[in-house]
Nanobody
Framework: QEQLVESGGGLVQAGGSLRLSCAAS????????MGWFRQAPGKEREFVAA????????AYADSAKGRFSISRDNAKNTVYLEMNSLKPEDTAVYYC?????????????????WGQGTQVTVSS
């Protein structure tokens, strides 16, 4: 069964940090780029970060650059999103996603699987 299960969301004060995790099944994870999107209330889902299957390439939205870091552990079928210096505008439901292929270049427009999402709330 293909699945992505996010964890690590919660309530944090502005300036704080959170680490999101996404555990995947072998089929959902192996050979695929992985990444994160987010959706704030009343807004469209937007890309946050992606990492290639080899972990040799990463990509970030401008809003995430310098504050967020994506990584993966292929032995554990898990991808992580380390979020630092959080701002109230980072408040959103964060979704883990698995790409159709191994590269970050086409990731945003080529998603094979989605997680259910985890809520991140940043208070001011």
């Amino acid at each position: 069964q293909e699945q992505l299960v996010e964890s690590g969301g919660g309530l944090v004060q502005a300036g704080g940090s959170l680490r999101l995790s996404c555990a995947a099944s072998q089929r959902t994870f192996s050979g695929r780029a992985m990444g994160w999107f987010r959706q704030a209330p009343g807004k469209e889902r937007e890309f946050v970060a992606a990492i290639s299957w080899s972990a040799g390439n990463t990509a970030y939205a401008d809003s995430a650059k310098g504050r967020f870091s994506i990584s993966r552990d292929n032995a554990k079928n898990t991808v992580y999103l380390e979020m630092n210096s959080l701002k109230p505008e980072d408040t959103a439901v964060y979704y883990c996603a698995a790409g159709k292929g191994p590269y970050t270049g086409t990731f945003r427009d080529s998603i094979a699987y989605w997680g259910q999402g985890t809520q991140v709330t940043v208070s001011s």
